[in-house]
Structure formats: structure tokens, C-alpha cells
């Protein structure tokens, strides 16, 4: 084995659990860019988002059946909760092309998954935490969003119904973590601090899922129900943008230009708010919303570019100071 890929793969092996926000940052993006008609993109940012949930999975294995104090230390952290999210977000898109049995096989390995990693996590909360902290809700209604999503795709009703228990569960959670965040993350937070807004775009994202799933003729929730997922759907939609701005003016106030692999975690909130516009346009018919949407889609993939970018030239650094000397 060359030297080169040798270092390669030591580098890899040492990309911590919250790289897999990468693979959430492409998955919304691919389903943005589907939800707007631009299918080309959009099936590039799925190959991209598998080829990279494939290579962390196997990492997350191999860790497992190597080295399983490091593989528990490494389950106990918040990152860890992206590779519940990741497989879900991807499970949403590979269900949009049709490939409905894929997608059941992912939500059935993210429902496996999240019971013992969220224990285990919210176990290890603390005071005045990042913005990972929110990655309990994120990935909690990523469970919702696939769920509902195969849910409308195979006219499945309790799966709908199923899917009600993260999409509340996930709000809990979001409460939760609210108590422990530390605020000051706003203006000095790597990228991570974004996924405050990020989670209630993929609870709004969960809501539209739910209310669409009800199309084509199919009855699942009465009248009331609807109206109570309607409103929270609007109103973590409105919470979602309020806490984009937010951010955005923060990082406007207080520019944090150097690469981090957290960065990440700030282009899926990006994209999970053009995401989650563009569904609830739909879902509430406002088709209004649809502009904005688009606005927001393309300055997350303008951000996704910047930030592989960043990583790219954070792997060739990597890999000169590791190379033969």
C-alpha cells in the first residue's frame, strides 16, 4: 500500500462522529434541488452524500469491532446523532426516486439506531453546550420525515401515525436542549451553533411531510389534529426563519472565515430551511413561500461549495504534514 493512500485512510479514520453533518449538508441539498426541478444537480449531491455515508458507516463498524472504548466515547457526543439524521435524510431522497424498499431498509436501521444513541447521549448533556446539542431533535425528526415520507409514497397510514411520536418527541427534545445551549455559541460559535435553527427546519420539513401524507384522497387526521399540525408546522417554519436571520447577522457582525469541520453543520440548516419553505409551500399551499425557498436553496449550495472547498484544502494540508519527509 502506497504511503499516500495510507495517509489518506489515516486521515479519514480520524474525521470525528460530527463529519457525518456533511452527508446531512448533501442530502437536503440533493432534495432542495429535486423539490425545484433540477434533477442533474440534485442526483450528483446524492451519489456524493452515498459514497460518503458508505465510507462513514464503515468507519462507525470498524470502530465498533477495533476499538469499543473509543467506538463509546465517541457514540456518547452529540456529533454522534448525525449518522441517524444522515441515514434518514438520504432514506427521504432515495424515496422521492421511487426506491421505496431502500428507503424502509434505511429507516429501519435509523429506528435500530436511535434508541441506544440517544439514551447515551442525552445521558452525557451538560451545562452550557454547542449547538450539537440540538442534534437529539434533528435526528429524532429525521425518523419523522422518512417515516412520512414512505408513509405518502405507499399510502401506508400508521406509518403516518407512527411518525406523529418523533415528530412531538423531537420538539420535547428541542426544548430540552434549548435549557443547555450556551447562547454566547451565537457570535462565537464554529458552525455548529447553526443547528438551533437547523432543528426546527426539520421539524417544519417533519409537519409539511405529515400534512402531505394526507393527499390523494387519504383520511388520517380529523379535523382538529390537522389544524393543530398545521399551525405547529407554520409556526416552527416562522421560528426556523427567525433564527436564520439571527444567525446571519451574527456571522455578518462577527465573521468566522477559517474552515472547520462544523461548518457543516451550518450548511444543513441552510439547506433544510430552502428545504423545509419549498415542502411547506406546498403542503399549506402558499405557493409564495416557493421564491423565498428557491433564495435560500441556492445560497446553500453557494455555502456547500465554500465549505467543501474548505475541506478539501484541509485534506491536502493533512495529508503533506503526514507524507514522507
Not at 163 to 187: C, I
Not at 268 to 278: K, Q, V, Y
Request: aromatic fraction near 8%; proline fraction near 5%.
Amino acid at each position: 500500500m502506497s504511503s499516500g493512500t495510507s495517509a489518506l485512510r489515516a486521515w479519514w479514520a480520524e474525521r470525528p462522529p460530527a463529519a457525518g453533518a456533511a452527508v446531512i449538508a448533501t442530502g437536503i441539498v440533493s432534495v432542495g434541488l429535486h423539490l425545484t426541478g433540477h434533477d442533474v444537480l440534485s442526483g450528483i449531491a446524492l451519489v456524493l452524500g452515498c459514497v460518503a455515508w458508505l465510507g462513514l458507516a464503515l468507519d462507525f463498524v470498524a470502530l465498533l469491532a477495533r476499538e469499543r472504548p473509543k467506538w463509546v466515547a465517541q457514540a456518547a457526543t452529540p456529533g454522534a446523532l448525525t449518522a441517524i439524521a444522515a441515514t434518514t435524510v438520504l432514506g427521504t431522497r432515495i424515496s422521492l426516486l421511487g426506491w421505496q424498499a431502500v428507503a424502509a431498509v434505511l429507516l429501519a436501521l435509523a429506528t435500530v439506531l436511535w434508541p441506544g444513541l440517544i439514551v447515551l447521549v442525552v445521558r452525557h448533556w451538560g451545562p452550557s453546550m454547542p449547538g450539537a446539542v440540538f442534534l437529539g431533535c434533528v435526528a429524532t425528526q429525521g425518523l419523522a420525515v422518512l417515516g412520512a415520507t414512505l408513509a405518502a409514497a405507499t399510502s401506508t397510514a400508521w406509518l403516518a401515525h407512527a411518525s406523529l411520536v418523533p415528530f412531538w418527541l423531537g420538539l420535547v427534545l428541542y426544548a430540552a436542549a434549548l435549557f443547555r445551549f450556551d447562547w454566547r455559541q451565537v457570535t462565537r460559535g464554529p458552525g455548529d451553533h447553526w443547528v438551533a435553527g437547523g432543528a426546527l427546519a426539520i421539524s417544519a420539513l417533519a409537519g409539511s411531510k405529515l400534512l402531505a401524507a394526507e393527499g390523494a384522497g387519504r383520511y388520517l387526521w380529523n379535523r382538529d389534529d390537522h389544524d393543530v399540525l398545521h399551525t405547529a408546522t407554520v409556526a416552527l417554519l416562522v421560528l426556523d426563519i427567525a433564527w436564520y436571520v439571527v444567525l446571519l447577522i451574527a456571522e455578518v457582525l462577527r465573521p468566522r472565515p477559517r474552515y472547520d469541520v462544523r461548518r457543516w453543520s451550518t450548511v444543513f440548516p441552510l439547506g433544510m430551511t430552502a428545504a423545509a419553505t419549498l415542502s411547506v409551500a406546498a403542503a399549506v399551499e402558499e405557493p409564495w413561500l416557493k421564491g423565498p425557498g428557491q433564495v435560500m436553496l441556492w445560497i446553500a449550495v453557494a455555502a456547500w461549495l465554500a465549505v467543501a472547498a474548505g475541506a478539501v484544502l484541509s485534506a491536502r494540508d493533512a495529508l503533506r504534514s503526514t507524507g514522507p519527509r
